[in-house]
């Protein structure tokens, strides 16, 4: 499903930039690096959102102390039920990012240990699985299996193969964020890649930013020192 959703460059598009590989290397997949660069897309994409609606909801509640303070009927139980529900959205508005980072955490642990490649093309960065680590529950599975069925494993495995995510750099919604230690990669504000700058050389890397701040634009937001 993520090749159909990001292999979609036009063809007249891809042919303006050479197939050229800038740099591959492997890494290991760590849930610090990819909480590190969840919160870098949470920065650029979901705080100044926040601050916006943060603003909107103590104009409410200010509106509606000041209907409190000059209503001469007496009746102000709707406006403190109004204030009520204010301060509870702007709890929940401040909560959503903080509970988001805390499932994100939960969820990644069973990745600690995949190991990916990585390969930063002139126009496209292709990511492939080249080891799933299995996550607890399939590791039981696989030692109560008996051991007749042991002999179809490869086949199971040839069959299991994750297909390589292409991520088109052509492609409007595709933002690269450069930090000391980090690519990270986010398409259309809903899939992030995060890639380890160790997994290419110091050449790489330079040749990396060089490339893509040119074809991005304001979309690649490069490492300030």
């Not at 992030?192 to 304001?218: H, R, T």
Request: proline share 4%; hydrophobic share 40%.
């Amino acid at each position: 499903m993520l090749d159909k959703m990001f292999d979609e460059a036009p063809t007249e598009q891809m042919g303006n930039y050479p197939d050229e590989l800038l740099a591959d290397g492997e890494y290991e997949s760590d849930p610090d690096d990819i909480i590190k660069g969840f919160k870098v897309f949470q920065k650029r994409h979901v705080y100044g959102s926040l601050v916006l609606q943060l603003i909107l909801v103590a104009l409410a509640i200010a509106s509606q102390v000041l209907s409190i303070v000059y209503n001469h009927n007496g009746d102000i139980m709707m406006n403190v039920t109004l204030i009520v529900c204010c301060v509870f959205l702007g709890i929940w508005l401040l909560m959503r990012p903080v509970n988001t980072l805390k499932n994100l955490r939960k969820g990644i642990e069973d990745l600690k240990g995949t190991i990916y490649k990585a390969e930063m093309f002139a126009d496209k960065i292709k990511i492939s699985t080249i080891y799933d680590a299995p996550v607890e529950n399939e590791k039981a599975t696989r030692e109560e299996t008996p051991s007749e069925e042991d002999d179809s494993s490869e086949n199971e495995e040839d069959e299991d193969v994750i297909p390589a995510t292409i991520i088109h750099l052509e492609n409007a919604g595709v933002e690269i964020t450069e930090t000391e230690r980090l690519y990270v990669v986010y398409v259309k504000k809903v899939n992030i890649f995060v890639i380890p700058k160790a997994a290419f050389s110091d050449e790489e890397n330079k040749l990396i930013a060089e490339k893509y701040e040119i074809l991005l634009g304001v979309r690649f937001r490069p490492y300030e020192k």
